[in-house]
């Protein structure tokens, strides 16, 4: 299985809103209402931040937004904030295993 | 709130056998279904290793499963990762998490695993 293919790197401006595609296949992204986001500053751990393609699990702010269309899933960042400045790593259940995302970068400039 | 802790072996040689154990604090790995392994290599992106569940059924990333065996001990609150015949591609920081439904709620710290003689 290969890897969910993401943008290398995004930007925005504070305030602004940053999108991030994730694209899969038919056997995992487009099948599974499974796709999950997970945010890594680094050095740390990857925290998650959206969970079955829309939600948010508590405590994460209502600024992150997730939707899928087919074969592909995306994040949307809403009023960027200098530490939403991270990686950010999709990830698809794909039946027996799970598939993550190639990462893209966040920039706040 | 659950706490998840790696530990094990930082340096392991060629064709060794990685081990590492993923304490659970907080919580009984009992109470949920399943428990996987993740993997980062250095500057590189996550790689999903495995997953086990509490009555000891498991499932692997088809890129790793002939090497990777994944146990857990519900008497002591961890489970373990082996993973066998390493070269320097298996070098990375190693995570343990905690499923919340089909995604990884909560993560350990990681550890770094270097492959090396």
Aim: charged share 15%; hydrophobic share 30%.
């Amino acid at each position: 299985q290969s890897a969910l293919t993401q943008p290398p790197s995004a930007s925005g401006s504070p305030g602004q809103s940053v999108t991030i595609s994730c694209t899969g296949t038919s056997s995992d992204v487009g099948y599974y209402n499974h796709v999950s986001w997970y945010q890594q500053h680094p050095g740390k751990a990857p925290k998650a931040m959206i969970y079955d393609v829309t939600k948010r699990p508590s405590g994460v702010p209502d600024r992150f937004s997730g939707a899928k269309s087919g074969n592909t899933a995306s994040l949307t960042v809403s009023g960027l904030q200098p530490e939403d400045e991270a990686d950010y790593y999709c990830t698809s259940y794909a039946g027996d295993f799970y598939v993550f995302g190639t990462g893209t970068k966040v920039i706040v400039v | 709130q659950v706490q998840l802790q790696e530990s094990g072996p930082g340096l392991v040689k060629p064709s060794g056998t990685l081990s590492l154990t993923c304490t659970v604090s907080d919580d009984s790995i009992s109470n949920i279904n399943w428990w996987s392994w993740v993997r980062q290599p250095p500057g590189q992106g996550l790689e999903w290793i495995g997953e086990i569940s509490q009555p000891g059924d498991t499932k692997y990333n088809p890129s790793l499963k002939s090497r990777a065996t994944i146990s857990i001990d519900t008497s002591k609150n961890y489970f373990s990762l082996n993973l066998g015949s390493v070269t320097a591609a298996d070098t990375a920081v190693y995570y343990c998490a905690r499923h919340s439904g089909r995604h990884f709620g909560d993560w350990g710290q990681g550890t770094l695993v270097t492959v090396s003689s």
